[in-house]
C-alpha cells in the first residue's frame, strides 16, 4: 500500500515537473513583432514589400484590396491609386503579432526634368499630335503627373533662341460656362492663365481669374512664386523639343477659392511675335481634359 502511495506522489511529482517545464519551455520562445517597410516601383503602384518581422517562422499579408499573400517579401500591385490598409501578421512558437499601417499608392512619373534628356518620355503616350497643321505649329504634346507635378512635353517649330512663349490655360472647376474664354479655344471656362518662357525661364506670369473687373478681361495678376520649374530643351533640325511642370500644390484660383482637383481642363497656346500660332488641341477644337488619379 506504502508502495503504492509512493509511486502515485511519484508520478504526480514528475507529471507537476513535466508539465512546468513545458509551460517553461514554451514561455522560452519570444512573442513575434510583425513589421515591414516598402519601396515603390513602376508607375508607383507596385509596391515592393521588405518584411522585418523577427521571431517569426511564417507571414500572412492582407493588402487591403481583397488580395492576400504568405511570401516572406511580397511585390504587390494595387489596381488604383488610393489609400490602402495592409495588414501583416507574423506567427512562432511564441505565438502571432499583427502590424498595420495605412499607404496611401500615389503615381509616380518616369519624368525627370534635370536629366538632359527626353528618353524618360519614351512610355508616355501622345495627348495630341498635329494632323494636316491642325496644331499650327505645336507638332506634339504630352502630358504627365504624379503627386506634386504636371509634367508638360512639346516640340514645336520655332528657334530656340525665342524663349518659346507659351500660354497655358486651366479650368479647374472643369466647368465651361464660368471664367474667361480665349480666342483661341471658346469651350472653356478659363480659372488660372500661365504663360511663360519656356526654355528659359527668364519670365512668367500667372493669372487669375476675378470676376469684379472687367469682364473683357477679367485677370488680376499674382505672384508666379514656384510655380514653373524648367526641363531639358534641345533644337532639332527646324523642330524644338521641351519639357516642364508645374507644381499641382500651386495651382489655385484664390479670388474663386478653386484648388485643382484630380482633373483638369486645359488649352495651350504657343506664341511668335506675341500671335498665336501654335495649338493644342487644334484651334477651336474642345480642349483637352486630363485626368489625375489621387
Not at 486645359?266 to 477644337?285: R, S
Request: with cysteine; proline share 5%; glycine share 8%.
Amino acid at each position: 500500500m506504502k508502495t503504492s502511495r509512493f509511486i502515485s506522489g511519484m508520478v504526480a511529482i514528475v507529471a507537476t515537473i513535466l508539465m512546468f517545464y513545458a509551460c517553461s519551455k514554451e514561455e522560452s520562445h519570444p512573442k513575434p513583432e510583425a513589421l515591414f517597410s516598402y519601396t515603390i516601383g513602376g508607375d508607383g503602384r507596385t509596391i515592393n514589400f521588405t518584411n522585418e518581422s523577427t521571431n517569426a517562422t511564417s507571414y500572412t499579408w492582407d493588402f487591403g484590396d481583397g488580395q492576400t499573400s504568405t511570401e516572406v517579401n511580397p511585390v504587390h500591385t494595387f489596381a488604383e491609386y488610393k489609400e490602402y490598409t495592409i495588414t501583416l501578421t507574423a506567427k512562432g512558437p511564441g505565438g502571432e503579432n499583427v502590424f498595420t499601417y495605412k499607404l496611401t499608392v500615389t503615381k509616380s512619373s518616369p519624368v525627370k526634368l534635370d536629366d538632359n534628356s527626353f528618353d524618360d518620355w519614351s512610355t508616355i503616350p501622345d495627348a495630341f499630335v498635329s494632323v494636316d497643321n491642325n496644331g499650327g505649329i505645336i507638332n506634339r504634346v504630352k502630358l504627365d503627373y504624379d503627386g506634386d507635378y504636371i509634367y508638360f512635353y512639346m516640340e514645336v517649330q520655332d528657334n530656340i533662341t525665342d524663349s518659346l512663349p507659351t500660354g497655358i490655360y486651366f479650368d479647374l472647376d472643369n466647368d465651361s460656362t464660368t471664367g474667361f474664354k480665349p480666342w483661341t479655344h471658346h469651350a472653356i471656362g478659363v480659372d488660372l492663365y500661365i504663360e511663360a518662357a519656356i526654355t528659359t525661364g527668364a519670365w512668367s506670369s500667372v493669372f487669375e481669374v476675378d470676376p469684379a473687373l472687367d469682364p473683357g478681361w477679367p485677370w488680376s495678376e499674382v505672384a508666379v512664386s514656384d510655380y514653373l520649374v524648367n526641363g531639358y530643351h534641345a533644337q532639332a533640325g527646324a523642330v524644338v523639343k521641351v519639357e516642364w511642370a508645374f507644381k499641382r500644390s500651386k495651382m489655385t484660383a484664390p479670388k474663386k477659392q478653386l484648388g485643382m482637383g484630380n482633373k483638369v481642363t486645359l488649352v495651350m497656346t504657343h506664341y511668335v511675335n506675341w500671335e498665336p500660332a501654335g495649338f493644342f488641341p487644334a484651334q477651336g477644337a474642345a480642349a483637352c481634359v486630363f485626368n489625375m488619379q489621387p
